[in-house]
């Protein structure tokens, strides 16, 4: 079955300061993976996409992930915080069904907080 | 860009009656919609995912006769809450995407609505 798991609940950083958002996945074969971010009582918006094209992927707003398969991992990474990136973060598993059809299944989320 | 618009963004009701949320896909056709509940600081559950063309298939828990999903035409999705409960009070976000099953395609979320029942 897929999945995936997002390792931290809620992260913290300082405004200029580096971001890491975890994400594990699990899949028995080539997986779709995205990043969604989330701002208060709005809709999501997609940062990012994986879909077993290059393994380090670039998104919106600088924000980049890279796929390795080694470690089922699919980390979200940016170089330095803006106030404006603190919102709710969700790592995504795009799950293959029969006939042609397909579902994403969202990680738990992780609430990033920026402080100035 | 692809353009989904939900509608409303906001609505409160009385227990007992219905409620209808729209979907609508504004710069294409969505073959696949997608509807989502969301409780507050949780993830988004997936309800029902509806084709065009067939009816909608409902996740294992999601009452149908509760959540009439409708995917009238290729630009338009509506969900009803049937005889609303407090219990039902949620964010519902709406999905779309305009192909069937490959995630090449994308998937474009609505602004979601917040539905209150009293």
């Known amino acids: 079955a897929q999945s995936v798991t997002q390792l931290d609940s809620h992260v913290s950083v300082s405004e200029g300061t580096p971001v890491l958002l975890r994400c594990n996945y699990s899949?028995?074969?080539?997986?779709?993976l995205f990043w969604y971010v989330q701002h208060p009582n709005k809709g999501l918006q997609l940062l990012l996409k994986?879909?077993?094209?290059?393994?380090l992927v670039k998104g919106i707003n600088g924000f980049e992930a890279e796929f390795k398969k080694s470690e089922t991992s699919f980390h979200l990474t940016k170089p330095s915080a803006h106030m404006s990136d603190a919102a709710e973060y969700f790592c995504?598993?795009?799950?293959?069904?029969?006939?042609?059809?397909?579902?994403?299944?969202f990680g738990q989320g992780t609430t990033l907080q920026v402080k100035p | 860009g692809a353009v989904v618009s939900q509608h409303p963004s906001r609505v409160i009701c009385k227990s007992g009656t219905s409620v209808k949320i729209e979907c609508r896909s504004l710069?294409?056709?969505?073959?696949?919609m997608f509807w989502y509940r969301q409780f507050p600081k949780k993830s988004l559950m997936l309800m029902a995912t509806?084709?065009?063309?067939?009816?909608?298939?409902?996740e294992q828990g999601v009452e149908k006769d509760k959540f009439l999903i409708n995917h009238a035409s290729l630009t338009l999705s509506t969900l009803t809450v049937t005889s609303a409960h407090p219990e039902d009070s949620s964010f519902y976000i709406c999905?779309?995407?305009?192909?069937?099953?490959?995630?090449?395609?994308?998937?474009?979320f609505g602004s979601g609505t917040r539905l209150t029942v009293v």
């Open positions: 999905s779309a995407s305009p192909g069937r099953g490959v995630a090449n395609y994308g998937y474009t």
């Open positions: 899949s028995s074969y080539s997986p779709s």
């Open positions: 994986y879909t077993s094209a290059a393994t």
């Open positions: 995504v598993v795009f799950l293959h069904g029969s006939s042609n059809t397909g579902k994403l299944i």
């Open positions: 710069d294409f056709q969505a073959t696949t």
């Open positions: 509806s084709n065009e063309g067939s009816k909608a298939t409902y």
